[in-house]
């Protein structure tokens, strides 16, 4: 269930919406979570366009995107890290309508700590997050129990 936000300046994106919806959707999918409603409603991304002038390295170019990933801790082995990274940035890429904006893109990976993810007013634990999820998967399938 992870929260993506991508920070670039404004105009850098002409369909923030559909940025948002295949930023999340590429996530989930590399997570490989089963398709369910608590994956699918809590899995989302946040596109913030910034002023010019707020953003810069140290020679003053302002064309960068920061995507910054936070995720439940351990949800990301070293493989899907690197498809995260590189589908991210392709998608940015995709968006800008930009090809060397993939130069200028920092994908931050982050992991929330033990009880850290808050959901629906609670501060979830790794394993709490498991058993709601098989929770749903088993009242979807008829209340066989999930794997």
């Known amino acids: 269930m992870p ?16 940025l948002a919806m295949d930023l999340a959707a590429a996530v989930m999918t590399i997570e490989q979570v089963p398709e369910i409603p608590m994956f699918r409603k809590n899995t ?6 910034l002023p010019v002038d707020s953003i810069s390295n140290v020679d003053g170019d302002s064309n960068y995107v920061r995507v910054q990933v936070l995720t439940n801790a351990g949800a990301l082995d070293r493989d899907k890290q690197l498809a995260v990274v ?7 890429a995709t968006a800008a309508g930009d090809p060397s904006i993939a130069d200028r893109t920092w994908v931050l990976l982050s992991e929330a700590p033990q009880g850290g993810w808050g959901l629906k007013g609670y501060a979830n634990t790794n394993d709490e997050l498991v058993a709601s999820a098989r929770a749903e998967i088993a009242a979807l399938s008829g209340g066989k129990p999930a794997a």
């Open 3 to 18: 929260m993506i936000d991508a920070y670039a300046t404004v105009g850098t994106f002409a369909d923030k919406h559909q």
């Open 86 to 92: 590189r589908q991210l940035t392709d998608i940015i």
């Open 44 to 49: 989302a991304a946040f596109v913030h366009d």
